[in-house]
């Protein structure tokens, strides 16, 4: 017997717990008695933990091909990830320029001008999506229209028209009921008039805000001199909720909120915004124009934590450490971490149809057009390149522990980087490890409090 190459070892205090990394199944056990079955396997006294062992995987025959459970597990994986998503670049011009805005990193190979899509191209994309999310979703899982930019309501005009065709095309039984639209802006242009529209179409808003003043107007600048990004976000979000729409908060971690961590934390949690629908915490894209230290990873990963735990107590749903906790709490390992591997479309404002929304202003992965493609190999022409891009499938990955929960990061982040999707994204390594650790000892506490 030998012990099996999945399953990874975490120790704290008296206790060692056992983490197979592609199953997530975890075995906890006494500190010594790990440590004498490692120095001594045929210790007798041991017999009873050895047939545990053997019949969680951990103890795993000499010739067993271990790479079978991969294997497998990858190949399920995979064949699960369906057609489901769409996002309407509606322009790629923005009223901001964040000082760590990542749309600006990928080379242009001229000078940029913003276009805003046109209410034929928004028709013909949303036409595409309903017919090949028919043909290649799955009926068990919800479709949403993720309506995003640049900002988006600088072109209003093609936001009303995608509600409006959303809605004759649920009429007519072309979308189902339950397709979500979404919109995630600044919130600097929002008007009361978009938040009766949104209320009465049920759109869900992502607001971007990165915490008080002090920090969301020194990185998110208005082009506009004198306009306080902060106060006009915090007048959208309280228009919003006067008039019932269900907001959600798209919140960058940046330096100065991990400098002032507490005064970020209890923004969130004890102002009016603890009334948000949910919250995402983001990492730092990669992007040159901002630079980070070594440790600016471990810190943005421990406020993950600590905003998680906070928000949970309070009901706030937290997005990014939440995708982790599902697939911990379900057994149910992550191929990837967002839906360029096959789960989304998304369309450019000139009609341009690729995969990735980083790279939206070179059109790098945009290789067709809804003004003169059929979709017979459109799914083949876009995601051939991409479906493969899972931690499963890289051999760095594949000794980690945290292989089952990570997703493998941002493919846009690691070419930028590193000049290939296929490389790791350095952001999640650490990420994914350490909130793994925290998974395992907060289940662990919570099992020894019953």
Same mark, same amino acid.
């Given at each position: 017997?030998?012990?099996?190459?999945?399953?990874?070892?975490?120790?704290?205090?008296?206790?060692?717990?056992?983490?197979?990394?592609?199953?997530?199944?975890?075995?906890?056990?006494?500190?010594e008695?790990w440590?004498?079955l490692?120095?001594?396997?045929?210790?007798?006294?041991?017999?009873e933990?050895?047939?545990?062992?053997?019949?969680?995987?951990?103890?795993?025959?000499?010739?067993?091909?271990?790479?079978?459970?991969?294997?497998?597990?990858?190949?399920?994986?995979?064949?699960?990830?369906?057609?489901?998503?769409?996002y309407?670049?509606?322009?790629?011009?923005?009223n901001?320029?964040?000082?760590?805005?990542f749309?600006?990193s990928?080379?242009?190979?001229?000078?940029?001008k913003?276009?805003?899509?046109?209410?034929?191209?928004?028709?013909?994309?949303?036409?595409?999506?309903?017919?090949?999310a028919?043909?290649y979703?799955?009926?068990?899982?919800?479709?949403?229209?993720?309506?995003?930019?640049?900002?988006?309501?600088?072109?209003?005009k093609?936001?009303?028209?995608?509600?409006?065709?959303?809605?004759?095309?649920?009429?007519?039984?072309?979308?189902?009921?339950?397709?979500?639209?979404?919109?995630?802006?600044?919130?600097?242009?929002?008007?009361?008039?978009?938040?009766?529209?949104?209320?009465?179409?049920?759109?869900?808003?992502?607001?971007?805000?990165?915490g008080?003043?002090?920090? =969301? #107007?020194?990185? +998110?600048i208005? !082009? %506009? $001199? /004198?306009?306080? *990004?902060?106060?006009? @976000? =915090? #007048?959208?979000? +309280?228009?919003? !909720? %006067? $008039? /019932?729409?269900? *907001?959600?908060?798209? @919140? =960058?971690?940046?330096?100065?909120?991990?400098?002032?961590?507490?005064?970020?934390?209890?923004?969130?949690?004890?102002?009016?915004?603890?009334?948000?629908?949910?919250?995402?915490?983001?990492?730092?894209?990669?992007?040159?124009?901002?630079?980070?230290?070594?440790d600016?990873?471990?810190?943005?990963?421990?406020?993950?934590?600590?905003?998680?735990?906070?928000?949970?107590?309070?009901?706030?749903?937290?997005?990014?450490?939440?995708?982790?906790?599902?697939?911990?709490?379900?057994?149910?390992?992550?191929?990837?971490?967002?839906?360029?591997?096959?789960?989304?479309?998304?369309v450019?404002?000139?009609?341009?149809?690729?995969?990735?929304?980083?790279?939206?202003?070179?059109?790098?992965?945009?290789?067709?057009?809804?003004?003169?493609?059929?979709?017979t190999?459109?799914?083949?022409?876009?995601?051939?390149?991409?479906?493969n891009?899972?931690?499963f499938?890289?051999?760095?990955?594949?000794?980690?522990?945290?292989?089952?929960?990570?997703?493998?990061?941002?493919?846009?982040?690691?070419?930028?980087k590193?000049?290939?999707?296929?490389?790791?994204?350095?952001?999640?390594?650490?990420n994914?490890?350490?909130?793994?650790?925290?998974?395992?000892?907060?289940?662990?506490?919570?099992l020894?409090?019953?």
């Amino acid at each position: 017997m030998k012990f099996s190459r999945w399953f990874h070892v975490l120790q704290r205090g008296d206790i060692a717990a056992l983490v197979n990394s592609i199953t997530l199944d975890v075995i906890y056990v006494p500190r010594e008695d790990w440590h004498g079955l490692v120095e001594n396997p045929y210790a007798g006294y041991l017999n009873e933990m050895k047939e545990l062992f053997v019949s969680r995987g951990v103890l795993v025959n000499d010739q067993d091909p271990e790479e079978r459970l991969l294997d497998n597990t990858r190949d399920e994986l995979k064949s699960e990830v369906t057609l489901e998503l769409l996002y309407l670049l509606v322009t790629d011009g923005c009223n901001l320029r964040c000082k760590y805005c990542f749309e600006e990193s990928p080379t242009l190979s001229g000078s940029f001008k913003a276009v805003h899509m046109d209410e034929a191209t928004v028709i013909k994309a949303v036409d595409l999506f309903a017919m090949m999310a028919r043909q290649y979703g799955s009926p068990k899982k919800k479709k949403v229209i993720h309506l995003y930019g640049g900002e988006p309501l600088m072109n209003r005009k093609a936001i009303y028209r995608a509600l409006a065709h959303v809605d004759h095309l649920k009429s007519h039984g072309l979308l189902p009921d339950s397709c979500q639209v979404t919109i995630v802006t600044n919130g600097v242009l929002l008007t009361e008039e978009d938040a009766k529209i949104f209320s009465a179409h049920r759109v869900t808003v992502g607001l971007s805000i990165d915490g008080p003043a002090s920090i =969301t #107007d020194f990185y +998110r600048i208005s !082009k %506009r $001199h /004198g306009l306080h *990004v902060t106060e006009r @976000v =915090t #007048d959208a979000f +309280r228009l919003l !909720k %006067r $008039h /019932g729409v269900s *907001v959600g908060l798209s @919140v =960058t971690l940046t330096p100065e909120a991990l400098i002032h961590r507490e005064e970020f934390l209890d923004f969130f949690t004890r102002g009016e915004f603890r009334e948000a629908d949910g919250a995402s915490l983001n990492l730092l894209h990669y992007t040159p124009r901002l630079e980070v230290d070594e440790d600016y990873y471990r810190e943005a990963t421990e406020c993950q934590i600590s905003a998680f735990e906070r928000f949970r107590d309070l009901g706030l749903y937290e997005e990014r450490v939440m995708r982790k906790v599902r697939a911990f709490a379900e057994q149910r390992p992550m191929y990837a971490d967002c839906g360029v591997v096959g789960s989304q479309l998304v369309v450019a404002p000139d009609g341009r149809i690729g995969v990735c929304q980083d790279f939206v202003k070179p059109r790098t992965y945009f290789p067709r057009s809804v003004h003169d493609t059929g979709s017979t190999d459109l799914l083949e022409a876009l995601f051939a390149d991409w479906r493969n891009r899972s931690p499963f499938n890289m051999t760095e990955c594949q000794s980690c522990s945290a292989l089952g929960i990570c997703g493998g990061g941002c493919p846009a982040s690691a070419e930028l980087k590193t000049g290939s999707r296929f490389n790791l994204d350095e952001r999640a390594c650490y990420n994914s490890k350490r909130i793994l650790e925290w998974l395992v000892w907060d289940a662990y506490d919570k099992l020894s409090e019953r």
